[in-house]
C-alpha cells in the first residue's frame, strides 16, 4: 500500500465516522427520578424538584407521537423548568 492509498483509506474512515445517524431518543420511562444535577438546577431557579417531579414525568409518559420522544431528558427537563 502507498502512502497515498493509506491517507485516503484513512480519509474515507473519519468521513464514515462524521456521517453516522445521531444518537436515537427514547420515551421518558415511567419510574425516571431527576438526577442530582437535575434537583439542583431547579433549586437553582426557584423550583421545588419534589412539587415538579410528578407532574413532569406524568406529562411525558402521556404525550404521544415523535415529541415523546427525547435524546437527553435531563436537558428536557431544564428546559422546562426554564
Not at 473519519?14 to 420515551?27: E, I, K
Request: charged share 25%; aromatic share 8%.
Amino acid at each position: 500500500m502507498h502512502i497515498s492509498d493509506a491517507r485516503t483509506e484513512s480519509s474515507n474512515k473519519v468521513n464514515q465516522q462524521s456521517h453516522r445517524a445521531p444518537a436515537r431518543g427514547t420515551r421518558l420511562s415511567s419510574d425516571w427520578l431527576p438526577s442530582d444535577a437535575d434537583r439542583q438546577f431547579a433549586i437553582e431557579n426557584g423550583l421545588k424538584p419534589d412539587t415538579v417531579v410528578d407532574a413532569f414525568r406524568d406529562y411525558w409518559i402521556a404525550v404521544s407521537g415523535n415529541n415523546a420522544v427525547k435524546c437527553d431528558w435531563s436537558a428536557t427537563a431544564e428546559l422546562v423548568q426554564t
